[in-house]
DNA sequence: ACCTGAACACCGTTCAAGT
DNA sequence: ACCTGAACACCGTTCAAGT
């Protein structure tokens, strides 16, 4: 009588036990469907978040989600908020390094999404999350108090996320396909004849990104601090 | 007995007509499908690029394309790389302003993927096609007679990339959806209690997207000029 | 060499219903 | 308030076959 069908979907949970409700799953709940779609991203990337495969791991029903969650489509845009988060740091003394803070905040943002290479990709596409808007108030107070004048804060405030965003979702990619990366690398090297300056500089491989990351940032830095 | 079964998929030549192999489809090739593949993203981005969809437009049964192109991914490759052919311009004069090349250069790059705005997000996940590589080797090419010594060669190259791609894979996102824009600009607006700086300066609409490309590019050039 | 339909193993989501 | 299965309208791709 447990068993209705042999050939329904398997629930983790056990089918024919003596006492089916003990060590089930926990109710469902927005913070156990983002939690899961994010380790669902962390281990099948992108494509291998499915409505299916989610509520398979939360041992419900697909349409269970839909009470939670309006479409997946919502379930991107929390997951990648989720992972956004940013524990502002107590507030320290005033006249401090105001550009030591800037790096600071940009590579720890750079750093979370790394952690989780599918979410710098997604970040652009979609509408900002509490979270992200959070991140830029902050930087847009830092420059402020550094003494960049509103007129030059949205500048500011738009090329440096240009630049964390390019740098990180170039890396999180690259990442991602090393051996592809080695056999570009090796094609480029059989077409020497076409690219020969990339190829002899081995831009594909000989990459310290983390460095290149760094020293750009500086760069803008230098143009967009307040003259002196 | 022209038309074998009457709910079949319809094709956009005639049926039973008189001559029914006048006017109809001139063969499948791999340039009309990369074409009218780019056509299908253009119109519908990149959600709206079907195989099936695509064989409807062009007449043929789905199973026809994947004689002439692997799979979906590789479709995707090649309209990528389609759309960024990069016209070397004639090699003037040898002692010019290798500043202006560069920039020149860039902003081409920037305005051929704004032409088509699924393409920049689709770039750094994908494999670099002989376009890209050819830009990159134009791009190396001139610093290089500008006087960037080989060991800062990489740096420069991936700054560069990173702020292009990550100029242009925003704008292009925040281009598409204008009312989604001015609903979150309300929407901060009504939260101006948390994100009192950024929703004063009004960060989500007032911003001159081609001059602040233009301003952070020119910072990362001053930083990566070899000094002399 | 080039094209095809049927079939398979998937998708996201609507709906009407159960507790 | 919360969860469910059946069903619909899609997907990409394998296969065995047609010309």
Redesign the pocket.
Known sequence: MAGK?SG??KKRSQQAESTPQLRSEP??SLERIIATAVDLLDTHGVDG?????L?DRLG?????L???VD???RVFDLALDAVLAFREPAPRGEALDWRADVVHMLEDWRASMLRHPWSASLLPRRTLGPNILNRLELLSRTLSKAGVIEANMNVAIWSLWNYVMGATITRASFDRSIDDLAAAQQALTRLSAHYPTIESTRLLLDSDWDGVFRKGLDFLLDGLAPKT
């Open positions: 069908r329904a979907r109710p469902l978040l499915t409505m299916r495969r509520a419900s029903g697909v349409m269970s839909y009470w939670h479409n997946k489509e």
